[in-house]
C-alpha cells in the first residue's frame, strides 16, 4: 500500500485519459416509472335511412342505435437508463505506473525534456518559509550559535583558572581552543549567508516548497499535498519516491541565451536553481505527479 505525501489528481487524470481515451466517471442503473390515464368520451347516435345505407353499404338499411361508453385506460411506462460512472481514487495511480512500467516510459537514465522518471531517494524538502524561520536573527540557530560561543567562552575560563599563576598554557591546549574558538566564530557568518541565500531562492522561485534530490529540483504546488503543507519539511524524512516528468534541463556551463533582452534574466534564474546543488552540472526540474512512500 502506497502513503501520498502528494498527488496532482489533474495530471493523474490527464494520463489515464490518454491510456484509456477517456475517463469513464459514472456507472449506475436508473429506472423511471410513470402512470398515465387515457379517456374516452362517449358516443350516440340513431342511425336510419339513406345514413345508414351509406354506412353498411349501397341496398342495405339499418335501423338502430349505436351507442359508447366513457371509458379509462391506465398505461404504465418503465424507462431503464444506463449511465456509467467510475470514481478515480489512489487505484488510478497504480494504473499509470503500470502502464509506464510496462511500456518501458520510465526513463532515469539521461532522460529528456518530456520523459518520466520515477526516482526512490532521500529527498531534502526545502520549505522556504520554515527555513526562513530557522536562520532568521530570532531562530534556533542563532540561538544554537550564542549558546555554544557561550559554553565555549566558560570553557576557556575554566581551563584559564586551573593554570597556575605565572604559568604559560600549554601549547597544545591553546591550539584546541584557538580552533574551537575559530568553528564557534565562523558559525554566525555561515547563518546570515545561509539566510541570505534562502531570501534570494525564494524571491527566484515562485514557489513555496520544493525538494531537492541528488540532480533534481522538484517544485510543489500546496494544494496537492495530502498533508498539511506547512510541516512537510518537519515530519517527514528518508527515502520517499517520486513520479513525474521532465520540464527543463539546466547545465551549468550553458551558452547565454541573446534572443530577446529578457532571455538574461531566466539565465540568471537557472543558475540560482544550480547553485543549491553541490558538485552538480547538470540538473534537471521535474514536474511531479505523486510522491509516496
Do not use: C, W
Amino acid at each position: 500500500m502506497k502513503r501520498f505525501l502528494y498527488y496532482n489528481e489533474d495530471s493523474v487524470n490527464s494520463f489515464l485519459a490518454q491510456i484509456e481515451r477517456g475517463l469513464l466517471i459514472k456507472n449506475e442503473n436508473e429506472t423511471e416509472h410513470s402512470d398515465e390515464t387515457a379517456d374516452t368520451s362517449g358516443v350516440q347516435a340513431n342511425l336510419s335511412g339513406d345514413v345508414s345505407a351509406k354506412i353498411v353499404g349501397v341496398g342495405a338499411s339499418i335501423n338502430g342505435n349505436v351507442t359508447g361508453t366513457d371509458s379509462t385506460t391506465d398505461v404504465t411506462k418503465d424507462l431503464l437508463k444506463n449511465v456509467q460512472e467510475k470514481v478515480l481514487h489512489d487505484y488510478a495511480f497504480d494504473l499509470i505506473l503500470n502502464y509506464s512500467d510496462t511500456n518501458k516510459l520510465i526513463k532515469n537514465d539521461d532522460p529528456q525534456i518530456g520523459d518520466i522518471v520515477l526516482v526512490n531517494d532521500v529527498l531534502t524538502f526545502l520549505d522556504f518559509k520554515y527555513f526562513q524561520a530557522l536562520f532568521s536573527e530570532t531562530g534556533p540557530v542563532k540561538f544554537t550559535n550564542d549558546q555554544n560561543k557561550k559554553n565555549l567562552e566558560q570553557e576557556i575560563t575554566k581551563i584559564k583558572d586551573a593554570i597556575p599563576k605565572g604559568t604559560a598554557m600549554p601549547v597544545l591546549i591553546k591550539h584546541q581552543i584557538e580552533t574551537l574558538k575559530s568553528t564557534v566564530n565562523q558559525a554566525e557568518p555561515e547563518r546570515k549567508e545561509m539566510a541570505k541565500t534562502i531570501e534570494i531562492i525564494r524571491n527566484t522561485l515562485p514557489y513555496d516548497r520544493v525538494v531537492l534530490t541528488t540532480n533534481m529540483l522538484v517544485p510543489l504546488d500546496n494544494e496537492n499535498f495530502r498533508d498539511n503543507p506547512d510541516i512537510v519539511a518537519f515530519k517527514y524524512g528518508g527515502n520517499i519516491s517520486i513520479f513525474g516528468y521532465v520540464t527543463n534541463i539546466i547545465t551549468a556551463d550553458e551558452e547565454p541565451n541573446k534572443n530577446n533582452d529578457f532571455a538574461a534574466v531566466y539565465d540568471s534564474v537557472n543558475q540560482v536553481m544550480i547553485s543549491m546543488f553541490k558538485e552538480q552540472n547538470k540538473i534537471y526540474v521535474v514536474h511531479p505527479v505523486a510522491l509516496y512512500y
